[in-house]
């Protein structure tokens, strides 16, 4: 039982992270007008998803 309750805390947590670089990508594409270096904002965003994800995934 200890080890499902850990395992859903971790996945809580993994979840909030990626929510919150989430919306921070939204509230910067948002904020920002136009391209960023040629690309548009929203790939800064996809891109920033994409590595959050990658960090808060531990790799085997």
Sequence with gaps: MVVVVLVVVVVDV??????????VDVVVVLAS???VG????????T??????????IPEE
């Design 14 to 23: 993994v979840v909030v992270v990626v929510d919150v670089v989430v919306v």
């Design 38 to 45: 040629g690309r548009p904002p929203w790939c800064h965003a």
């Design 47 to 56: 891109a920033c998803t994409i590595g959050a994800t990658k960090r808060t």
């Design 33 to 35: 007008t136009g391209s």
